[in-house]
């Protein structure tokens, strides 16, 4: 099985093609940090499956929540750090390669992404699609690597 650069190099590289493709095509028109916020949403979903395992990948996923927790607290952002903190936990309610390797995972794990910003603030999904987007193409790249899809 991939290790977990494979699984980074992977997200990265399908949603920079997919985001260089569209913007090519003129079907949307992003600047520097957004793409990089799209990409980085990508890996990190690429890196989601394998988070119920003891791995290098796990590490990093779980630092990088990690920091963005505290940093969420210190800007007194607490509703988004508590509920950063119960999806970090999801992977252990299961065994590896149960439900996070799964396609209606892809599409389900994300969906906070979108809906989250609505119910606080009213935030129109148009707006936080991209965002709900990388991170199902990450989140498939993933998948695809392991044969899951």
């Known amino acids: 099985m991939p290790g977990y650069q494979a699984h980074m190099i992977?997200?990265?590289?399908?949603?920079?093609g997919i985001i260089g493709g569209a913007t090519y095509m003129g079907w949307i028109s992003t600047d520097p940090?957004?793409?990089a916020i799209l990409?980085?949403?990508?890996?990190l979903a690429a890196l989601f499956p394998d988070c119920d395992t003891e791995s290098k990948g796990q590490n990093f996923f779980y630092a990088i929540m990690a920091v963005t927790?505290?940093?969420?607290?210190?800007?007194?952002h607490y509703k988004w750090a508590s509920i950063l903190g119960l999806f970090a936990m999801l992977?252990?309610?299961g065994k590896h390669r149960g439900w996070t390797h799964?396609?209606?995972a892809m599409l389900l794990v994300p969906l906070p992404i979108m809906a989250l910003?609505?119910?606080?603030?009213?935030?129109?999904?148009?707006?936080?699609?991209?965002y709900y987007l990388a991170a199902v193409v990450g989140y498939l790249s993933h998948l695809i690597l392991d044969r899951e899809f």
């Open 117 to 130: 910003p609505w119910v606080f603030f009213r935030t129109s999904w148009e707006e936080t699609l991209p």
């Open 69 to 76: 927790d505290i940093a969420l607290i210190i800007y007194e």
């Open 102 to 104: 799964t396609w209606w």
């Open 10 to 16: 992977a997200g990265a590289g399908m949603a920079g």
């Open 91 to 93: 992977p252990a309610l």
């Open 39 to 43: 990409v980085t949403i990508a890996t």
């Open 33 to 35: 940090m957004s793409t």
